[in-house]
């Protein structure tokens, strides 16, 4: 091997999304001069042909290391490791400089320096790639069991589908039923087929089957680990009912003197202290709500089952699984927010769900449709669309999807229930599309008579004699306002994440998008994963969707899992920290800085558990000797890639970014994919997390003639690695001291914090740096003193 690996460079145009904006004739020209450097461009990199290209050109040119520069590593990287490995190549010893995303997509327009800023990105991974050394491949048994968190459709159809295949399920629902919020629907569109027919036969399945545990009424209390081992402790609630004894008779309800409204018919009807929360509940099983029981022992005294135990504890489950499936579903929206709708003043304002269970024949009010003021029928009835969706003033801006096809249901069934009905909607946009959907709202207007009015409601107002509502809009494609009285106002309320999602991810650490809903790792092609491997989400966890796409994304996740667990191993990155012993003198600092006690120090010396480890640096960015480094992101290949970009800087003011790899780093790839731009200035640099910053790496930058630095990681309460940002925090506060005490603004050192979905965020960052840096003298003027 010579002194400088020889390292072969593909730039990827990927059509005209790299092409269009950096010159690649340039940029081929000026990486060439590069020492020891082999330099190739193709149109699409990715593609079998491109492919080909590395592969023949490592044989050839006796490549010793491999930079892409394309898109980001996120996307592909995958795909072009296995590509080094087929070419013979440790695939360990690849770098991608992502061009694309955090390049060209963002710096459209200013083509020029575009250019100047790919060309530090690919020396810097050159500089990187020079660095690396061959790895070993570290793999980790799978444990063969999967718990699926939310027991709605998604999934209920998840866990059978895995346990169909032989694996061993967990499905932990926080109710005391499974079933979610379909088990409340009367009928489903767009053919208007019984809800509860086709969930019921699912929910009992889920029950009986032989490799599904079904725990209800619990709750995740911690997850810890990676994947293929999740350790995780779940917390069930009390019944108080004995689960194995209780055959549903519903005798003790009959004999509960105590009556409350019943949550499952949203307030609508009542339920006993002690209940079932629909007929078809699965299990079968009674539940005594504590909040609500009196201690009068009238169900113990007539169960004779003696089922009833009210001595019953809180119950402690643990176990370990090679993956998680997230299936939490949605809250409906609450409209008393939408203070101008009248919700929760006025009696005959109701909300959609509310509506499906008076259609229910099980429900409150026996399937018949009533005002709830007074129990009469109602002859005019107005649905209200976008409440809650759509709507910057409540912030939910995103589209619910399934409002304006559900409406369309509901308001068919108001006609069939009630026939002489005259029935309104007023929409903003009628969004009805997917197999069956349109040609019902085609039906609702053409058969049913159902009048469609384009204008969102201003306000709505009540009559206090006869309870009737007056509801106010403009009809938009006339450009008149309406006034139309109402015995019965339905509002279309949108999807949004459940209210307690917060709770279950503080123990597990998935990012979110910006409406709220846990954010899948792409878009298009992995739509079910999260960022975190192992971890997956379905259905109106990771957004809103039908019934239909949710069972659709289910299967999807179901096979992912399967395909995890049936290799029986998997391979992590190595991430785990090396070290030299002849350079560690047992200071203890790395093991004071490992959270998860994967490291320990005793006269023998350090000792590191790979299985304990989560790879976030801390340790190495806290050792002081050096003598602990991460194999893919040592100090040198860290520090390699500052001087790269610094020995002919392009750009003034220039920032150096230190990004996180679950948040900032994601963060940097959603400006690019929504094309949000922001100045050039910035030259990111990848690192596991912020943790892993060593304060030397902020010196060495300024030494160099860095004009700022920005170290951008997650928020405190949802760091992947706990404590990572927290640490970054104290040392940072240090170092600004540091600065200031040698005369350098420590207004040049910044620390942000972002999650994933944020790219409006870091583009306004990286906007605001650049021009307070602007603002300020240059370096040079203000440093009193040089001593790095």
Known sequence: MSEKPKVGVFICHCGSNIAGVVNIPDLVESIKKMPNVYVEAYTYMCSDPGLKIITDKIKEEHLERVVVASCTPKLHEKLFRETLEEAGLNKYLLVIANIREQCSWVHKGANKRATGKAEDLIKMAIERARLMKPQPKHTVPVEKRVLVIGGGVAGITASINMAEMGNEVYLVEKNPSIGGHMAQLDK?????????????????????????????????????????????????????????????????????????????????????????????????????????????????????????????????????????????????????????????????????????????????????????????????????????????????????????????????????????????????????????????YQEAMSEYRIRF????????????????????????????????????????????????????????????????????????????????????????????????????????????????????????????PVLDPEECFKCGICATACDRGAISVDKEGVTISAVGCEGCGACAAACPSGALQIPISTDAQITSQIDATLEEKKEYPLIIAFLCNYCAYEAADTAGLNKVRYPTNVRPIWVMCSGRVNPQFVLEAFEKGADGVLIMGCYPQDCHFRTGFLKTQRRIDVLKEMLKSIGINPKRLRLESTSASEGKKFANVIKEFTEELRSLPTIGSELLEKSM
């Open 453 to 576: 009015i384009r204008g969102r409601v201003s306000k709505i107002l009540e009559k206090p004699k006869t309870k009737n509502l007056i509801v106010r809009a403009e009809d938009t494609l006339r450009g008149k306002p309406v006034e139309v009285e109402a015995d019965l106002v339905v509002l279309s309320v949108g999807l949004s994440p459940p209210n307690d999602q917060e709770k279950l991810l503080e123990n597990i650490l998935v990012p979110l998008s910006s409406d709220g809903f846990i954010l899948e790792r792409h878009p298009k092609l992995r739509p079910v994963e999260t960022q975190i491997p192992g971890i997956y989400v379905v259905g109106c966890a990771q957004g809103p969707k039908d019934i239909q796409d949710s069972v659709s994304q289910a299967g999807a996740a179901a096979a992912k899992v399967a395909g995890l667990l049936s290799k029986g191993e998997v391979e992590i990155e190595p991430y785990v």
């Open 188 to 440: 489903v569109f767009p053919y208007h087929d019984c809800s509860i027919c086709i969930l019921a036969p699912l929910m009992v399945e889920a029950n009986r089957h032989p490799n599904i545990k079904l725990i209800t009424y619990a709750e995740i209390e911690s997850v810890s680990g990676w994947i293929g081992n999740f350790k995780v402790r779940i917390r069930k609630k009390p019944r108080y009912i004995k689960e194995e004894e209780c055959t549903g008779c519903g005798i003790c309800a009959d004999f509960c003197p105590i009556e409350v409204p019943n949550e499952f018919d949203c307030g609508l009807g009542m339920r006993k202290a002690v209940y079932m929360p629909f007929p078809q509940a699965t299990p079968t099983v009674y539940t005594i709500d504590p909040e609500h029981c009196v201690g009068c022992r009238s169900c113990e005294a007539v169960c004779s089952r003696e089922a009833v135990d009210l001595n019953q504890k809180e119950e402690i489950i643990e176990n370990t699984f090679g993956a998680i499936i997230i299936a939490t579903g949605f809250d409906p929206f609450d409209p008393v927010v939408k203070d101008n709708y009248g919700y929760g003043r006025f009696d005959n304002v109701v909300t959609s769900l509310e509506l499906e269970r008076m259609f229910c024949a099980s429900g409150p009010t026996l399937g018949d449709v009533v005002r709830p003021s007074d129990g009469a029928i109602p002859k005019r009835i107005v649905f209200v669309q976008c409440v809650g969706s759509r709507d910057e003033s409540v912030g939910k801006s995103y589209c619910s999807r399934v409002c304006c096809t559900y409406a369309v249901k509901e308001a068919k069934e108001v006609k069939d229930h009630v026939l002489d009905s005259e029935v309104y909607v007023f929409y903003q946009d009628m969004r009805t599309f997917g197999k069956g959907f349109e040609e019902a």
